[in-house]
């Protein structure tokens, strides 16, 4: 699993080897990898995860450069935005158009630009993310590939150039 965002107190990571629907109960084989920029709550997220005894499957690499966060992608399990906030959301259709499936907050903006793609959780519920975060695991190799194969040809919509013609045409409009 990756999740990649900006660090802030977010209450959709904390769950535990104890919370009866984590997906860390299986043991060592499930890695969350939460890659983001150092920021203020970097140390209470560390203090978290000892506490939690979860050091073994939780990574904190930092800041991941852009040319490396492709093969992150297309290794993960799935990629989790667990925003409870969110204005676009691009790090997720980023992952989405590499391969990667999506597990998203039901927050903001997020399930209009995502669609039916994503599998969503309910922002904020640790409990309903850890349970998303397990049938993503648990998916057959055909159902996998269809969300895969989904996200993909959801992502083409999504362009720069395409946009920027969109944004153009509005001002010469107006």
Known sequence: MQALKNLNQNPSVEFSKENSTSPFKKG???KL???CAR???WEKLQKMIQEMNLNSQVLLPGRIPDEDLVVLYQNAAAFVMPSLMEGFGLPALEAMAVGCPIISSNAGSLPEIYGNIATYFTAGNS????KKM???LELNKEERRKIIDKGI???KQFNW???GKEVLNLYEKN
Do not use: G, R
Not at 127 to 130: E, K, S, V, Y
């Open 28 to 30: 060592d084989s499930i």
């Open 33 to 35: 990898l939460i890659a």
């Open 39 to 41: 920021s203020v709550f």
């Open 127 to 130: 409990d309903d993310l850890a």
């Open 134 to 136: 397990q049938e993503v």
């Open 153 to 155: 040809k959801y992502t």
């Open 161 to 163: 150039d395409k946009a």
